[in-house]
């Protein structure tokens, strides 16, 4: 789900060759771990989270395991080739950490039938392939919290890019934590049609502060809104990682993703012979999702209020989707009481009630 | 008001780096050299401006750095093309793929980092004035630069001896050599202007609107630049027009969505390459206009006849 391009080809390819000299180091006892990673590590985002769930592995067992990591990776054929060169020089347990690369995973998987692999935020399951993916929405909700009670002109901007549940999702949970705290408060979405254009996000944001919107949201990859507010004044919320150097006025908060716990959990499984393919879905509770960077400028009970619900939430005592919750169109989806199951939230394809606008199809 | 001036000055941002990198273009084609490369020498420039800027402090620095970069480009490309007459088309799609590779090399080290604003004009009192002070008397310098080359290149082109000299080349490169002209002497300089330009382009994207360097940045705004060019059937003029109008509708279908206007945003997002299809359509129903406008020669490589 990352934006592509020709030059990921030609570095994929590097790096796949310069995975192939490596030395095959046949130490008996060092477990291998394998990273395949679809940007460069330096985007400050999607990868350079993942990277640090390999630091946290590498941290956490030391000499006992040996780590290889592929940057650049293209969705496509070049995934399936990196991933397998890895399995043919042992790896026990191999990452595979963006959306397009579950087929190429599953193939591979086939044929390699005694290593493990870990799929990244996608749907297909094998006996050795578990997929891992966070509960984004409730970062989201948590900062909606704080983007409701901070906003001054109760508009709150939010940059999207697609209109997949995973996106849908988030601008719901976003208004619902905003609502909550703020009856009046009104989101403005704009929808830009690419995860990746800060040219666009830019104009976009600008837009939305022309508009009147004074914190802003986004579900693209690249930090121009935040450095959009920081020009302007007004707030933003960080997206997958700590954009705080784009904003170190501008940003409330950042949801930042935290692969550490997971990888070494399932590294440790590896060790201990009780690997098992299975699908998680964490999210603050499991240490998965950080809110990070809650500024001081916040006033005390707004972040304490934040922090409470960040507690609940991650205790499981509250569920950012419970009922009675209806869609835009008035529809009643939720009882009152009744919290939204996983199938649900996963296919997200409607606005919450509240929310203005029609979503793009 | 108020507001309809903070959207014609986010129009002006949208359009200026296209603006750059057209009229570079544009120069480049009335040689009768087409360049597809736009897109791999603005994301250079991008990264040489933005880089440079951060080292030194200087925007100054940063806007000479991307202008040196773009013309490198170029140089590589006009020694591709015009001394060991490489086929045009292959050898600018490879610049484009060569220019994405060395930015995301050369910005390695740069991601994450952020730029300050880049000065603008402030004339006292002018710059002041309600509405039309910051819309006239307040943007930054390379708006006004951007304007003043689509002036000079549409005056060099009309005016000037040299411009005769270059559309001549563009028009017959065997005659212009015949009577005396270094062809490729003179579609060498203007290859260096046109990849100039596109480093400014790219840089007024990565030092001004953002302002931060990402990989891949430029995100097909060089393509966007080089279909201005035929848009404008090669007048200077008329590529300004292009990228503001492509530039307005861009910024215009995002506030709509803010407005909440009921249309479906992928329309929206389509809109400003359904409006620069249309107006290619009505332009170019006088094909003959079409015909006499396109220089003869493009793309076609010269060898001097002994």
């Known amino acids: ?361 | 008001m108020e507001l309809i001036v903070n959207i014609l000055l986010g129009i002006v941002i949208a359009a200026t780096p296209l603006v750059f990198a057209a009229i570079g273009e544009l120069a480049v084609e009335k040689s009768g050299v087409l360049n597809l490369g736009v897109e791999g020498m603005m994301i250079v420039g991008a990264i040489a401006g933005f880089s440079v800027t951060i080292e030194t402090g200087n925007y100054l620095a940063g806007v000479g750095a991307a202008v040196v970069a773009g013309a490198l480009m170029a140089l590589l490309f006009g020694f591709l093309t015009q001394s060991l007459l490489a086929n045009q088309v292959a050898t600018g799609l490879a610049l484009t793929m060569f220019g994405l590779g060395l930015a995301a090399l050369l910005g390695q080290d740069y991601s994450g980092k952020a730029a300050g604003n880049f000065p603008k004009l402030d004339i006292p009192v002018l710059s002041d004035l309600p509405l039309v002070g910051a819309l006239l008397f307040g943007q930054d310098y390379l708006v006004y630069l951007s304007i003043l080359l689509v002036i000079g290149v549409s005056w060099f082109f009309r005016k000037t001896r040299g411009g005769l000299i270059i559309r001549a080349i563009g028009e017959n490169h065997d005659a212009a050599h015949a009577i005396g002209y270094p062809v490729v002497f003179y579609r060498y300089l203007v290859l260096l202007f046109g990849g100039a330009c596109a480093g400014l382009g790219g840089a007024y994207l990565s030092v001004v609107q953002t302002p931060f360097w990402a990989e891949g940045m430029t995100a097909g705004r060089g393509w966007i630049a080089l279909a201005l060019v035929v848009f404008a059937a090669w007048r200077p003029g008329r590529a300004l027009l292009g990228a503001y109008l492509f530039g307005g509708i861009t910024i215009l279908q995002l506030h709509s969505q803010g407005f909440g206007v009921e249309v479906e945003a992928q329309y929206l997002s389509m809109l400003p390459y359904l409006a620069t299809i249309a107006v290619l359509v009505i332009i170019s129903s006088d094909r003959l206009k079409v015909k006499l406008n396109a220089p003869a020669c493009l793309t076609q490589p010269f060898r001097a006849a002994t």
């Open chain 1, 1 to 361: 789900m990352r934006y592509q391009s020709f030059t990921k080809l030609a570095v994929a390819a590097l790096a796949a060759a310069a995975v192939v000299a490596a030395p095959a180091a046949v130490q008996a006892k060092k477990l291998k771990v394998g990273f395949v990673y679809v940007g460069p590590i330096g985007d400050h985002g999607w990868t350079y989270q993942h990277h640090q769930g390999l630091l946290a592995v590498k941290k956490a067992f030391g000499d006992k395991v040996e780590t290889t990591h592929v940057e650049n990776v293209p969705e496509g054929p070049d995934a399936e080739r990196v991933t397998r060169q890895l399995a043919q020089q042992g790896h026990d347990i191999i990452f595979t950490t963006s959306f397009g690369f579950m087929n190429p995973t599953i193939k591979v998987a086939k044929q390699f039938p005694k290593i493990k692999f870990e799929h990244c935020s996608g749907f297909k399951r094998a006996k050795n392939v578990a997929t891992y993916n966070i509960r984004y929405y409730e970062g989201r909700y948590v900062n909606g919290v704080i983007a409701g009670k901070m906003t001054k002109s109760n508009t709150v901007g939010y940059i999207a890019s697609f209109p997949i549940p995973e996106v849908v999702r988030g601008i719901n949970a976003a208004y619902l934590g905003a609502k909550s705290v703020n009856p009046k408060v009104k989101f403005k979405i704009i929808w830009v049609s690419t995860w990746f254009d800060p040219g666009k996000e830019a104009d976009a944001a600008k837009a939305l502060a022309d508009q009147g919107a004074d914190v802003i949201f986004q579900h693209t990859d690249s930090p121009a809104a935040m450095k959009l507010a920081e020009q302007r004044g007004i707030s933003a919320v960080g997206q997958a990682s700590n954009m705080k150097a784009f904003g170190p006025k501008a940003q409330l908060a950042a949801a930042v993703n935290n692969w550490g716990p997971y990888a070494v959990a399932r590294v440790k499984a590896v060790m201990d012979g009780t690997w098992k393919s299975t699908d998680t879905w964490g999210g603050i509770g499991a240490g998965m999702l950080n809110i990070a960077s809650v500024h001081e400028r916040i006033p005390a009970d707004v972040r304490k209020q934040a922090a409470k619900v960040q507690a609940d939430i991650a205790s499981g005592k509250f569920h950012p989707f419970t009922g009675p919750l209806n869609k835009q169109d008035g529809k009643q989806f939720l009882k009152a009481g009744e919290k939204a199951s996983d199938g649900l939230l996963a296919g997200m394809n409607f606005y919450v009630q509240g929310v203005e606008g029609s979503l793009p199809k």
